[in-house]
């Protein structure tokens, strides 16, 4: 069984710039998670999405924006990057049936100079 | 929202001899406390975890313990290996959203 995989693994923008990344979950599983996750703040919980629909969203601007395909791919776009979006961001999946096991991806590290 | 905290920050331990990490929640209405191991290079993965209607959890060498009253749980490894060595992450979620709250984890060195 494949697991999660997140496209790509790494990248370099620059300040202004914007971004999107990618996620395919789990074959059959339905929820997409997305966390950012840096050496001073940790893990912290962007959003998640369930069938095509956003279901919780962490404290982030408006400028972390995320969607979810009908075969539960997922995407994420950073806009007007700053330095300090610079992080590993990470997918996980699960059932999202109830709160139970993430897996999640390797991350795409992003780079912002 | 909830808020969990996790010690110690680091941890060195010998080979053989055991790790414990504590985590502490605040919101009252979490109920499923995982356990995340990060290696360098890849995602966390779940090691064990444990739901609140249960007190404690064992896989092998790896136990869980949840104290419901005092709203603290805390991961067990006994007689670590060099492979043990990581970054553990807990966290606490279930509280009517389907998003966990991760500790900022403890990196845990195990010497031969």
């Known amino acids: 069984k494949a697991g999660v995989t997140q496209t790509p693994r790494y990248l370099i923008k620059t300040r202004g710039q914007q971004v999107t990344l990618s996620c395919s979950p789990i074959?059959?599983?339905?929820?997409v998670s997305w966390y950012q996750q840096t050496p001073g703040q940790g893990l912290q919980f962007l959003f998640e999405?369930?069938?095509?629909?956003?279901?919780n969203k962490g404290n982030f601007p408006g400028r972390f924006s995320g969607r979810q395909f009908s075969n539960s791919r997922s995407e994420m776009n950073v806009s007007t990057l700053e330095l300090g979006d610079s992080a590993l961001y990470l997918c996980?999946?699960?059932?999202?049936?109830?709160?139970?096991?993430?897996?999640f991806g390797e991350g795409s590290r992003l780079t912002v100079l | 929202g909830e808020n969990v905290e996790q010690h110690p920050s680091t941890l060195s331990v010998q080979e053989g001899d055991s790790a414990v990490i504590k985590c502490t929640y605040s919101?009252?209405?979490?109920?499923?406390f995982p356990w995340y191991k990060q290696e360098l290079g890849k995602g966390p993965q779940l090691i064990i975890d444990?739901?609140?209607?249960?007190g404690e959890k064992k896989d092998q060498r790896i136990a869980v313990t949840l104290n419901k009253t005092a709203k603290h749980f805390s991961l067990h490894i006994t007689e670590t290996q060099p492979e043990d060595s990581a970054v553990y992450f807990c966290?606490?979620?279930?509280?009517?959203?389907?998003?966990?709250?991760f500790g900022k984890g403890t990196k845990l060195s195990v010497i031969p």
């Open positions: 996980a999946s699960s059932r999202g049936t109830d709160t139970g096991e993430l897996f």
């Open positions: 074959s059959g599983h339905r929820s």
């Open positions: 999405y369930f069938s095509e629909t956003q279901r």
């Open positions: 919101d009252s209405a979490s109920n499923y």
């Open positions: 444990i739901r609140s209607n249960v």
């Open positions: 966290a606490g979620g279930g509280a009517g959203s389907y998003q966990l709250t």
